[in-house]
């Protein structure tokens, strides 16, 4: 197969990448299209505003509606989650252009063994404005080894792309091909600054929407640089762990939480990383999150549903390297809380229970709740808890009992 391999941010994804895609399907060159949201890019440090896992998500909400339309052989690659530190595309390519790697991805995506199997050739799909530049980029000959550079030209473009073609092909011997461009000039830093979100397609408005993305609370203000990179990175570790709507869901705690520990007085780099690992080891087999959770707490734990919280403080420190108690804590008791509970622990238990993505019961009143009053949210939300629990006649766990004591229920 022909496979064009287009990398960027897709931070967010928008109208200008599904029509480079389409349009670069439409030349004939390529058979089909493969999405690499980059990781971490060398430009800037903290140049993309989402964790991988969001964008990567969000393109393939697009690429499904995309389908849902008729425009399939379009497919979203997690192939940079497994590299360390900055990403360059000369490592992309080595990956995927690997015969293994992309039988299995391809295979994956439905696409029958035989043809799956190769061989393939690649091409590196490039915006317009990006081919003027290309000779400046890291090891460029090795990109070229890998791949055809297949660039847009749109009519209009400052850039002469004819121009910039032949002086790839003649300074570095590399193979370009061009292809014609007609869709509609857009830029996700535009998008941001705007924040007039029309250019994005509906299914990446409505995933943008679900998680309250591109919000004041995802610009993560009086989080330390540290931190915000410290959280991009274990949203990546935890991502073979753990499924698509869990991680997300995890991820979504850790912004509520540093924007409910800014509101309320707490650490917000702690809230951010331990709200983002407190699910980490929920869909860990039960068995190893058993031995965990023993390792943490003894036999405190032993419902099979709460293993999860002291199993998740084990696998953050062990696996994750998170050394820090108060956020370790904070991951044990998500669940249950416990008496005497730090202000931390508060903001992640009660953020588990209303992040956005959130919707098992009415969660308006609770949300008003904790605009103002912590304290009073984390009352709401463990008396509804226990009446639940009640409900279904089950018995409340020790701790969860101290934690509505000190909240006088
Ligand atoms: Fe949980
Ligand atoms: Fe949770």
């Given amino acids: 197969m022909r496979i064009g391999i287009y990398g960027g941010s897709f931070d967010p994804i928008h109208n200008g990448h599904v029509a ?23 430009f800037k440090q903290f140049s993309m505003t989402l964790p991988a896992p969001y ?9 499904d509606s995309l389908a849902d339309k008729g425009l399939s052989d379009i497919y979203v690659s997690d192939a940079e989650f497994g590299i360390k530190g900055i990403t360059y595309t000369y490592m ?33 799909i490039m915006g317009s404005d990006t081919l003027g530049t290309f000779e400046t980029w890291f090891k460029p000959e090795e990109i070229l080894r890998h791949a055809t550079l297949l660039a847009a030209e749109r009519p209009g473009d400052d850039v002469d792309v004819e121009k910039a073609a032949d002086s ?84 979504n705690v850790g912004y509520l939480s540093a924007e409910l520990a800014v509101r309320f007085g707490a650490d917000p780099d702690k809230a951010l990383i331990a709200g983002a690992l407190h699910d980490c080891a929920k869909e860990l087999d039960i068995d190893s999150q058993r031995e965990m959770a023993y390792g943490y707490c003894g ?18 420190r062990d696996g994750f390297g998170e050394k820090d108690k108060e956020i370790l804590n904070a991951i044990c008791y998500h669940t249950t809380g416990r008496g005497n509970m730090s202000k931390l ?16 019961m009415d969660l308006a009143p609770i949300r008003e709740m904790v605009k103002t009053d912590l304290d009073e949210a984390c009352r709401m939300t463990a008396l509804a808890i226990k009446a639940k629990t009640e409900s279904n006649g089950k018995v409340i766990h020790p ?11």
Avoid at 20 to 42: E, Q
Avoid at 55 to 63: G, T
Avoid at 181 to 196: P, W
Wanted: aromatic content about 10%; proline content about 4%.
């Fill in 168 to 251: 790839v092909r003649e300074n570095l011997g590399g193979k370009v091909e061009t292809f014609r461009l007609n869709g509609v000039e857009c830029a996700s830093s535009e998008i941001l600054r705007s924040g007039d979100f029309s250019a994005v397609p509906e299914a990446a408005r409505e995933f943008i929407k679900t998680h309250e993305l591109y919000t004041e609370r995802t610009k993560l203000k009086g989080v330390s640089d540290a931190a915000k990179e410290r959280f991009f990175e274990c949203a990546v570790w935890m991502y073979p762990y753990l499924g698509e709507k869990r991680l997300l869901h995890t991820l």
């Fill in 92 to 124: 992309t390519l080595g990956i995927m252009t690997d015969p293994d790697f992309m039988t299995e991805f391809l295979t994956a995506q439905g696409v029958k063994k035989k043809k799956a199997e190769g061989p393939h050739e690649y091409y590196w």
């Fill in 55 to 63: 964008r990567y998500y969000m393109a393939k909400a697009v690429r």
């Fill in 345 to 360: 622990e508060k903001i992640v238990y009660l953020a588990d229970k209303i992040e956005p993505a959130r919707n098992y």
């Fill in 399 to 409: 701790s969860n009992v101290d934690m509505l004591r000190d909240l006088g229920l």
């Fill in 20 to 42: 480079l895609v389409r349009d670069a399907l439409a030349s004939g060159f390529i058979d089909c299209a493969i999405i690499v949201p980059t990781v971490k890019n060398n």
């Fill in 299 to 316: 036999d405190l734990f032993t419902d099979k549903k709460l293993l999860h919280s002291p199993a998740g403080a084990v696998f953050a």
